[in-house]
């Protein structure tokens, strides 16, 4: 506008999408997240650094949707001004806990870890951590020391989450079934793999070895139909190999204690 390129009437018309104060998009591109990261940047202190979810974001891992609020992470004497559409923690961070990103700093992988567990549901967080170890982003020992070292608010549950996080989960709502049904003092076995004498009928979400039964996380994906086609030759094999089948959606998951109710149930049923 100083330039003379535009007007504020043209920057406030239909040409462009207002993302923050004194930030905008032109119309004909998404509002991803990264553009969202991307907009924050220019208008945030420069001892801003964007972490957790959209940190993780930023580094491949898609953790955060375009609407989800950007995360970002601040000395304790910088001032931000309240915006829309950002989550603001206040913390000081170490010498190597951040890189130069665009005018601000992204949070290193462990920092972006820490983040990501601390002040967060224990489900949730399982899930996020679920993410990043089966994307290979951190060390496990590295973290493991890290939660052993810090004091932070909320570490306690920090460092629960680091003893309930399992790779092998390949899915977060299905790292949240897990943990709530781990909570509740039953052990299912993640992406175990169902066989019989002849031959691997199915890798399931969760597995109870000993009363064959199979916990599946059913997300909206399953209902298209190629996929319910697939879907019905797998579970005959895995009937066939004497194996039962509870599908949880994504309606039901939101009712954690009905979920873990009717696994218990299934299991009573099935139990030798």
């Given amino acids: 506008m100083a330039d003379g390129a535009l007007t504020a009437e043209q920057l406030r018309g239909p040409q462009f999408r207002r993302l923050y104060r004194d930030a905008y998009l032109p119309a004909g591109m998404p509002p991803t997240h990264e553009r969202r990261c991307e907009a924050l940047a220019l208008v945030l202190p420069p001892e801003a650094v964007i972490t957790g979810r959209s940190a993780a974001t930023l580094r491949g891992i898609q953790l955060a949707r375009a609407i989800d609020p950007v995360e970002i992470v601040v000395p304790l ?45 224990l489900p949730e967080a399982v899930a996020d951590l679920d993410a990043v170890l089966r994307a290979g982003l951190i ?75 199979a916990v ?10 190629r996929q319910i086609s697939a879907d019905r030759e797998r579970l005959n094999r895995l009937q066939a190999a004497g194996w039962d089948v509870l599908f949880v959606t994504a309606r039901q998951l939101r009712d954690p204690s009905t979920v873990v109710a009717q696994v218990r149930t299934a299991l009573t049923a099935r139990t030798p």
């Fill in 77 to 121: 004497e910088t001032r931000v001004a309240r915006r829309s559409g950002v989550d603001v923690r206040r913390s000081d961070l170490t010498a190597g806990e951040s890189t130069p990103w665009s005018r601000i700093g992204v949070a290193s992988p462990l920092r972006t870890t820490l983040d990501l567990l601390l002040d967060r549901s």
């Fill in 139 to 213: 060390d496990p020992r590295a973290l493991q020391r890290m939660v052993t070292e810090r004091s932070d608010r909320g570490i306690v549950a920090a460092r629960r989450a680091v003893e309930l996080a399992d790779p092998r989960a390949e899915s977060r709502p299905e790292s949240r079934l897990r943990v709530y049904l781990v909570l509740d003092g039953l052990e299912p076995v993640p992406q175990f793999v169902v066989s019989d004498w002849r031959e691997v009928a199915a890798r399931v979400d969760l597995g109870f070895p000993r009363q064959r039964l």
């Fill in 216 to 225: 599946e996380y059913d997300g909206e994906w399953h209902g298209e139909w």
